[in-house]
């Protein structure tokens, strides 16, 4: 990730984004901004007004709640320089899963580095039928592909990345997590904070889904319940997070913490995207280890309106840093299963990676901070695509 073009954001009465935020007006954007802006879709982030955030014919990246800090300390998020891990940490990375057919923290088992792993999910399916028969009637849900594609010198154990997804009395959460390379320089293996990280949150779900609904911002209490536990654990390791939950009564909430990011596309068009969080460039905020963030620092946001058809798109820094949104929406709009359409965005972000010549999103980002840079930026690629339907049609997948 980076700090990418800033734009001047036009301000209209008749924009069809409505955007709330509990400081005051969204600010300018730190990624390119990317997307035409298709119908109305309503957005509250906090609690007062903000004026609508639009950039010409391009959806504005909506901005955090706080400005962040001018410092950071330890985890440097080099990612590309792979110090190698114990070896004895591999079968941790490739054990099997805990908990049951409700959900799972989704790593992949790589023997090649060109392998992309996908793995299509029914969110509608993966649940238990008693848990799907307490859905209320006509509740929307999510169809779900995960493709994962390690850095090739991470391939051998599976990268540094974490995808989440699990769906509980109707409510689904799907996220990302990415694990701070620079841990491997001090021999701890980034992956296991990642991983930890997403199977606590699966598990604080399990144990009290009704907060989907009961809490103002059910996925702050999530991530701080989970960092609470490794905080405790004094586990070494930091990750960057992105949260996405789609609740039975069809509202999007969406927490973004560092440089993964969600991006929302209805109709060909982007509608929503979060911006990433920066302390400054190519330092993410990060939950862990050496790092001051916390959950609560994240970007919050809760979407309204969602409707049947639209596409979230989770994905870490491994995509955002090498492909633009208006790409992005592109792949998607060709359609296809959602675990298809994953796959087709990873392969474009490892190949954009791997291209010395390619002005990469990333490249924009670094030139602008003064560090003339050319190609992408090759890393650990993980991409979560969800389809929102009925729970009948999210259930057909």
Request: glycine share 12%; charged share 25%.
């Amino acid at each position: 990730g980076g700090v990418a073009g800033r734009v001047s954001p036009a301000f209209s009465d008749s924009a069809s984004m409505l955007l709330r935020s509990a400081q005051g007006p969204a600010e300018t954007s730190s990624r390119p901004v990317s997307g035409a802006v298709a119908s109305a879709v309503r957005v509250r982030k906090g609690g007062d007004l903000a004026p609508p955030l639009m950039a010409g014919n391009r959806a504005g990246v909506l901005e955090p709640v706080k400005a962040p800090a001018n410092n950071k300390k330890g985890g440097g998020d080099n990612r590309d320089r792979e110090m190698g891990a114990a070896e004895a940490l591999l079968r941790q990375l490739r054990a099997p899963q805990r908990g049951d057919a409700e959900g799972s923290a989704v790593s992949s088992d790589v023997e090649d580095s060109e392998d992309v792993v996908s793995h299509a999910i029914s969110s509608w399916t993966k649940g238990t039928k008693q848990q799907q028969r307490r859905a209320p009637p006509g509740s929307l849900g999510l169809e779900s592909g995960v493709s994962m594609m390690p850095h090739p010198l991470k391939a051998y154990r599976g990268g540094e990345d974490v995808a989440l997804e699990v769906t509980i009395e109707g409510h689904t959460v799907i996220g990302v997590f990415d694990g701070v390379g620079g841990w491997a320089e001090l021999g701890v293996d980034p992956a296991l904070y990642a991983r930890r990280m997403a199977d606590l949150v699966r598990m604080e779900f399990e144990r009290n889904p009704g907060m989907a609904l009961l809490h103002e911002k059910p996925l702050v209490d999530l991530l701080q319940a989970a960092y609470d536990e490794l905080e405790a654990a004094e586990l070494p390791g930091s990750c960057t997070a992105s949260l996405a939950l789609l609740t039975s009564e069809g509202q999007l909430h969406v927490l973004n913490v560092g440089d993964s990011g969600i991006q929302l596309i209805r109709g060909g068009k982007s509608v929503f995207r979060t911006r990433e969080q920066q302390h400054y460039f190519n330092c993410p905020f990060q939950l862990g280890m050496g790092s001051d963030d916390q959950p609560t620092d994240g970007d919050y946001y809760v979407v309204e309106d969602v409707e049947e058809g639209d596409v979230l798109v989770a994905a870490t820094d491994g995509t955002w840093d090498n492909v633009f949104a208006d790409d992005v929406v592109d792949l998607v709009s060709r359609g296809g299963p959602a675990g298809e359409v994953a796959r087709r965005v990873a392969a474009l972000s490892h190949e954009h990676g791997q291209d010395p010549g390619y002005m990469s999103p990333f490249a924009v980002n670094s030139a602008q901070q003064g560090h003339p840079y050319r190609g992408g930026k090759l890393d650990d690629v993980t991409v979560v695509v969800s389809r929102i339907g009925s729970a009948v049609s999210s259930s057909r997948g």
